[in-house]
């Protein structure tokens, strides 16, 4: 089975600031990566799907590179809206795995 | 418009079954995949099944032999069937759309299954 690594676990930072999440696969999951987005108290939303494709009504701040076993999230300057916490999800092979979460707080 | 509305949580005791239904509107289940995911208070998601629009269904190790999905054509509906639960699977669980090459697009609001004597 794949498992999926995220860091850093809990991250600070502030409104303006760039931020960066990385994912790492225990094995290939070529393109087939998917990074979400939950706040507390809300249904996960799709943000990136195939690695580096930003989902219909995203804002373009949001972006995603990677491939195979390497993956990253930036947020190019954090907005309020934006503290969450960020999940990434294999989907090339069964059984599909999520990472475990990387929560942005306010610093 | 896609719409997920899952019924049929509740508190159960250990050892006990509950089935969990997720009424779809907007999209026909069976030219879909679709599935499960979980999450425990304070904790992770963590994806539990998934059944394809072939039919063949798949499983987390977790859960394997003890959870079943299935889908009912008709009624453009699935479920999963949930037996010999156990206090870890205390969890809420959310039904969700894939669309094949790009992920859970769409998800329910979530039903909270809460396992405890």
């Known amino acids: 089975d794949i498992q999926m690594t995220q860091s850093p676990s809990t991250l600070s930072a502030s409104v303006g600031d760039r931020v960066t999440i990385t994912c790492r696969a225990s094995?290939?999951?070529?393109?087939?990566l998917a990074w979400y987005q939950q706040k507390p108290g809300e249904v996960p939303k799709l943000l990136i799907y195939?690695?580096?494709n930003l989902e219909s009504g995203v804002p373009s701040r949001f972006s995603g590179s990677g491939s195979g076993t390497e993956f990253t999230l930036i947020i190019s300057s954090l907005q309020p809206d934006d503290f969450a916490t960020y999940y990434c999800?294999?989907?090339?092979?069964?059984?599909?795995?999520f990472g475990g979460g990387t929560k942005v707080d306010i610093k | 418009e896609v719409q997920l509305v899952e019924s049929g949580g509740g508190l159960i005791q250990p050892g006990g079954s509950l089935r969990l239904s997720c009424a779809a509107s907007?999209?026909?289940?069976?030219?879909?995949?679709v599935g499960w995911v979980r999450q425990a208070p304070g904790k992770g998601l963590e994806w539990v099944s998934t059944?394809?629009?072939?039919?063949?269904?798949f499983y987390a190790d977790s859960v394997k032999g003890r959870f079943t999905i299935s889908r009912d054509n008709s009624k453009n509906s699935f479920y999963l069937q949930m037996n010999s639960l156990r206090a870890e699977d205390t969890a809420a669980y959310y039904c969700?759309?894939?669309?094949?090459?790009?992920?859970?697009?769409?998800w329910g609001q979530g039903t909270l299954v809460t396992v405890s004597s």
């Open positions: 059944i394809n629009s072939g039919g063949v269904t």
């Open positions: 999800q294999q989907y090339s092979t069964f059984p599909w795995a």
């Open positions: 094995q290939s999951v070529s393109s087939w």
């Open positions: 195939k690695a580096s």
């Open positions: 907007g999209f026909t289940v069976s030219s879909n995949y």
């Open positions: 969700a759309r894939h669309t094949v090459g790009v992920g859970l697009d769409n």
